[in-house]
């Protein structure tokens, strides 16, 4: 065990704790790092999404003028809108949080499970282009060892976000800038060396544009751009990462959440929309082998008129490799978002309550090898090709951002008293017009081709999560049953309880939030042993998980919370006439918590017995069992190994 932990230690780094202030100060995101480590999803768009949207167009390219204008405008409609959620939602949760509270916990459901859809993808589609981009470098005929390199990338990103998020962020920051460096500068070369073009491409493009309708008509035509832009919705996925994870960004957030949004919104309409005028530009064509990426910055070094190849191809080596590891970073905002929409639906109930816990890195460990083991799946089941994930991954982004504006309008509808309500209500109807638009042209469009298949997979996640809750409802209204069974109970009259004796026999009761658990296992060693026990003393370790440390308020509560649960067995025992103490702890582990506990307790208790109370269901199967952890069992194995004693009392909570 000692081998196993100090391998865990040396891979992922050492524990931190999590009631130390300076902790969470050290995790905590400033803008900056929140642009790098949430904004490169949709900076990396600009890597596919473009791509995507000018091939819709096939030969009449010169609607390209439209998509770049189109693209710039609606990443800042969409980034103002979603500024609403990060006011409106200052501890996180985004999309999902914006849909249970503004419309109903279903509608946050659909949006929860189309975000852990989207998360999942970010990952796939990110390192799936990213290797694209790196393949573009080699021979054609290692295109079959693209799915293995992915796939190692995957669970390189997996290890490397278990040890931190600020950690990851800042292994990858010099790839992120030398994107946006290098991009930029091409950028703004590629459109400056034809600027003198604008003056004929404009009213070219109006000619043609006129030309196209008269032979499709104007219907067709804006059907033709419709589709186009919808295929390049890609572009706008990363943006909804910032109001998803408000809880991480340093102090104060809705500040800093509204700095990383405008950097975010920026840096993307700039790339986005620059790109797709490079495409129109310099005539970039599709070549086999090769993204479009690869073939307009190829022309553009080409331009720069060097002497010597080695320079020129290094030059598009750098680029190209460059824009793999930005898609490679932005990978890293699925591990990121995912896990804290996971553990928001964890906190209501519709995934199970294990994907909430941090690790002791303070990470939601659960959800991040859910995203890694699910993105790998992914890829591997589509073999990488972008194409079709990107279809997948507008689909249930689209849906998560339509649902959200939606519910940000009746937010402004029923506010309809305040002064900015009407200019707040027109942001945010045109964008949910946009993004409800997309999604429609995606599923009409592209329905066997993704569409059906990003529907399924949201509806099964749906149907999963329907079946989570229901158990974890019914559990819990018998937990309170038993809760209430215990609450009658009376005090007794005994106001100086006699003190601890610490060489005599003493119970140890292991307990949690519920008060029925905690008497039941009381009443119960009272019983059976009468008299024998001179001491009692209550343990309890609580869990500081990803929704109780996204602030000090939050930590605040859960102390509160746990110190009075603790004094109620407490001054029970004391009316009864019986010594009693309790022992707290917070971690992120709580057996590492209770067994610390119990060390101390046996430390001043030395003839101590300890007792825990565990569910009993009357069907118990594989999905009860992953659905409550199995603490108490643990609990007992590595207490006995300690030479500590433990007995576990059922209690049975089925009828």
Not at 245 to 253: I, Q, S
Request: neutral net charge.
């Amino acid at each position: 065990m000692a081998t196993v932990a100090a391998i865990r230690r040396r891979l992922f780094g050492a524990p931190l704790d999590p009631m130390n202030p300076r902790t969470r100060q050290h995790i905590a995101l400033a803008a900056f790092f929140a642009w790098v480590g949430l904004g490169a999803d949709g900076i990396s768009a600009s890597c596919y999404g473009p791509e995507e949207a000018f091939r819709a167009l096939g030969e009449h390219a010169h609607l390209g003028l439209y998509l770049a204008l189109a693209t710039a405008v609606t990443v800042f409609v969409i980034a103002l809108a979603y500024n609403q959620v990060i006011e409106l939602f200052p501890t996180g949760g985004g999309g999902y949080r914006v849909a249970t509270r503004l419309i109903g916990p279903h509608a946050g459901l659909a949006a929860g499970a189309a975000l852990v859809v989207d998360y999942v993808l970010t990952v796939a589609i990110s390192v799936a282009s990213g290797v694209d981009a790196l393949f573009s470098l080699l021979p054609v005929g290692l295109q079959n060892y693209k799915v293995p390199v992915g796939m190692t990338i995957i669970a390189a990103l997996t290890g490397l976000n278990l040890r931190g998020m600020k950690e990851s962020i800042k292994v990858l920051l010099p790839v992120f800038l030398g994107f946006i460096v290098t991009h930029l500068a091409l950028i703004v070369y590629g459109v400056a060396a034809h600027a003198g073009e604008f003056s004929t491409l404009i009213p070219a493009t109006v000619s043609e544009t006129v030309s196209l309708s008269g032979q499709i008509g104007w219907t067709g035509a804006a059907a033709m751009l419709l589709l186009a832009y919808s295929q390049g919705g890609g572009t706008y996925t990363g943006l909804e990462a910032v109001s998803n994870n408000v809880n991480v960004l340093a102090e104060p957030r809705v500040h800093t959440g509204k700095m990383t949004m405008l950097y975010m919104a920026v840096s993307l309409a700039l790339t986005a929309g620059g790109i797709i005028l490079l495409y129109l530009l310099w005539d970039a064509r599709p070549e086999e082998g090769r993204t479009l990426n690869a073939v307009v910055f190829g022309a553009i070094i080409e331009s720069f008129g060097w002497e010597s190849r080695w320079t020129v191809d290094g030059a598009i080596l750098l680029v190209l490799a460059l824009e793999a590891g930005l898609l490679f970073v932005a990978a890293n905002t699925g591990f990121l978002g995912g896990p804290a929409v996971l553990s928001n639906m964890a906190a209501d109930s519709w995934v199970p309550h294990k994907f909430r816990y941090l690790s002791t890195r303070l990470v939601t460990e659960n959800g991040i090898l859910l995203m890694g083991v699910a993105a790998l799946a992914v890829l591997l089941l589509t073999r990488g090709d972008v194409s079709v994930l990107v279809v997948l991954y507008s689909v249930s982004v689209f849906l998560t951002f339509a649902v959200s504006l939606y519910g940000l309008c009746t937010y402004w509808w029923r506010h309809r008293s305040q002064p900015i309500w009407m200019r707040r209500f027109l942001l945010s109807g045109t964008g949910f017009a946009i993004c409800a638009g997309i999604f429609a042209m995606l599923i009409t469009q592209r329905f066997f081709d993704g569409g059906l298949l990003a529907l399924l997979i949201i509806a099964a996640i749906v149907a999963l999560c329907v079946s989570v809750r229901r158990h974890y409802d019914w559990t819990r209204t018998q937990i309170r049953n038993i809760d209430e069974t215990f609450s009658g109970l009376p005090f007794g009259s005994i106001t100086r309880p006699p003190a601890l004796e610490s060489d005599a026999p003493t119970a140890v009761f292991l307990v949690g939030s519920s008060r029925g658990g905690g008497m039941h296992a009381l009443l119960w060693v009272n019983r059976m042993f009468p008299g024998h026990f001179r001491n009692f003393v209550f343990v309890n370790a609580r869990t500081v998980d990803s929704r109780s440390y996204g602030g000090s308020d939050e930590l605040e509560a859960l102390k509160t919370e746990a110190n009075s649960a603790l004094s109620y067995f407490v001054n029970f025992c004391h009316s009864k006439g019986w010594a009693a103490k309790s022992y707290l702890s917070f971690g992120t582990d709580p057996i590492d918590e209770f067994t610390g506990l119990a060390e101390r307790v046996c430390a001043e208790f030395p003839n101590s017995i300890f007792f825990a109370s565990k569910l009993v269901f009357r069907h118990d199967n594989w999905f009860v069992q992953l659905l409550h952890n199995q603490a108490a069992l643990v609990l007992q194995r590595q207490f006995h190994l300690r030479g500590l004693q433990m007995v576990i009392l059922p209690m049975k909570i089925a009828v």
